[in-house]
T-cell receptor, first 113, second 115 residues
Framework: GNSVTQMEGPVTLSEEAFLTINCTYT??????LFWYVQYPGEGLQLLLK?????DKGSNKGFEATYRKETTSFHLEKGSVQVSDSAVYFC????????????FGKGTKLSVKP | EAGVAQSPRYKIIEKRQSVAFWCNPI?????LYWYQQILGQGPKLLIQ????????DSQLPKDRFSAERLKGVDSTLKIQPAKLEDSAVYLC?????????????FGPGTRLLVL
């Protein structure tokens, strides 16, 4: 079945450091890929998405590229801020009647000033 | 535009009691999802509705969980009787239902603790 694997956390970085959170997936079809973020005490928010191979999603300085050949969708940011501290979830969806999201376990990011 | 609303935000019950959660999706959204998020894990789908019909409930523990969306708008998820392992955050999400591979918008969740 379809699945998503994320790097284990927690990840602790200093402000302005470079961030990479690895995500790989297994899917039978051609899924859309998503990164969701969950700030402390809040619900899940869509951070970015990509719907086909080689698409790059970007938002708030974060970006991720849909790599079909490596079945990956790694999240990157060039310079993190304290306000980026949150849990990040990689997810996939095959759409339509299988439109539900399949999530990874999440990666907790803590950014220190 | 108002987001997905959920209530209550927190609930503490004893095992074998029953509990119900309510969700009001974004106005006009045809598709509604309930997810269960156990601490330290990603959300897992329980049930998906398209308008007032069930699209996927394959992962819903039907011996104790039930859900309805009678008028195709708001939805209720019920657990009866609750078990300790039901302690989790219950997330509701909605999407417009008009296109493939569309974005889901999540509510704040209901945090359930079963003692």
């Amino acid at each position: 079945g379809n699945s998503v694997t994320q790097m284990e956390g927690p990840v602790t970085l200093s402000e302005e450091a470079f961030l990479t959170i690895n995500c790989t997936y297994t899917a039978t079809g051609y899924p859309s890929l998503f990164w969701y973020v969950q700030y402390p005490g809040e619900g899940l928010q869509l951070l970015l998405k990509a719907t086909k191979a080689d698409d790059k999603g970007s938002n708030k300085g974060f970006e991720a590229t849909y790599r079909k050949e490596t079945t990956s969708f790694h999240l990157e940011k060039g310079s993190v801020q304290v306000s980026d501290s949150a849990v990040y979830f990689c997810a996939l969806s095959e759409g339509g009647s299988q439109g539900n999201l399949i999530f990874g376990k999440g990666t907790k990011l803590s950014v220190k000033p | 535009e108002a987001g997905v609303a959920q209530s209550p935000r927190y609930k503490i019950i004893e095992k074998r009691q029953s509990v119900a959660f309510w969700c009001n999706p974004i106005s006009g959204h045809a598709t509604l999802y309930w997810y269960q998020q156990i601490l330290g894990q990603g959300p897992k789908l329980l049930i998906q509705f398209q308008n007032n019909g069930v699209v996927d409930d394959s992962q819903l523990p039907k011996d104790r969980f039930s859900a309805e969306r009678l008028k195709g708008v708001d939805s209720t998820l019920k657990i009866q009787p609750a078990k300790l392992e039901d302690s989790a955050v219950y997330l509701c999400a909605s999407s417009s239902g008009t296109e493939e591979r569309e974005t889901q918008y999540f509510g704040p969740g209901t945090r359930l603790l079963v003692l």
